[in-house]
């Protein structure tokens, strides 16, 4: 079983409606991302949050809320969304090991298209 | 100006052939320098990193970082068909991560 997964994989849903992407994980990390990728311009990150009672923005939040339920669980928002928003959502997660590289690994993705 | 910049390609090549993919960044506090490769369809997935300046070598892959020059590369030695990917570097100061745009490699048999 894969150890980072999203649902739904594809999603398309209209201008204004409200929308949930889900992202669970078994490999026990407390760090949790969300990135957004779009040609040319790569992976952005939208929210992060270092434990269940951390969240953060990223670069690009406005228009996202998110919410972390429990140390497996992150789930992203979209209150109302809007064409812009149509991209390729990811989830990743890392651990934390100190003063090395906390490697993120990536969920499968969710292709949202808003129309 | 974007903290990380990588020429998206794409970039098509023989089996066999040498394949150098590069990216250039601004922000000189970066200490941790990665790449990524991206099949379709799927995330990403880590391929090899580097702690600040420095090559690093594993099997047919090569990392390099030149700090003065705000410069990496990756270097894939006899390339094959299934390396035919998309490669995006990323870099970090240790918490936030920062990525390219990606280069979209195809490996020709």
């Known amino acids: 079983d894969a150890d980072v997964t999203q649902t739904p994989r594809n999603r398309i849903t209209k201008t204004g409606k409200r929308i949930m992407l889900e992202c669970s994980q078994t490999?026990?990390?407390?760090?949790m991302y969300w990135y957004r990728q779009d040609p040319g311009l790569g992976l952005r990150l939208i929210y992060y949050?270092?434990?269940?009672?951390?969240?953060n923005k990223g670069e690009i939040s406005d228009g996202y809320s998110v919410s972390r339920q429990a140390q497996a669980k992150f789930s992203l928002s979209l209150e109302s969304a809007i064409p812009n928003q149509t991209a390729l959502y990811f989830c990743?997660?890392?651990?934390?090991?100190?003063?090395?590289?906390?490697?993120?690994?990536f969920g499968p993705g969710t292709r949202l298209t808003v129309l | 100006q974007k903290e990380v910049e990588q020429d998206p390609g794409p970039l098509s090549v023989p089996e066999g052939a040498i394949v150098s993919l590069n990216c250039t960044y601004s922000?000189?506090?970066?200490?941790?320098f990665m790449w990524y490769r991206q099949y379709s369809r799927k995330g990403p997935e880590l391929l090899m990193y580097?702690?600040?300046?420095g090559n690093k070598e594993d099997g047919r892959f090569t990392a390099q970082v030149d700090k003065s020059s705000k410069y990496i590369s990756l270097f894939i030695r006899d390339s094959q068909p299934s390396d035919s990917a998309t490669y995006l570097c990323?870099?970090?100061?240790?918490?936030?991560?920062?990525f390219g745009t990606g280069t979209s490699l195809t490996v020709i048999p």
């Open positions: 490999k026990g990390h407390d760090r």
């Open positions: 580097t702690y600040s300046s």
């Open positions: 990323a870099m970090s100061t240790g918490n936030q991560f920062y």
């Open positions: 949050s270092f434990d269940v009672k951390d969240i």
């Open positions: 922000n000189s506090a970066f200490q941790y």
């Open positions: 990743a997660t890392s651990d934390f090991l100190g003063q090395t590289l906390n490697e993120q690994f």
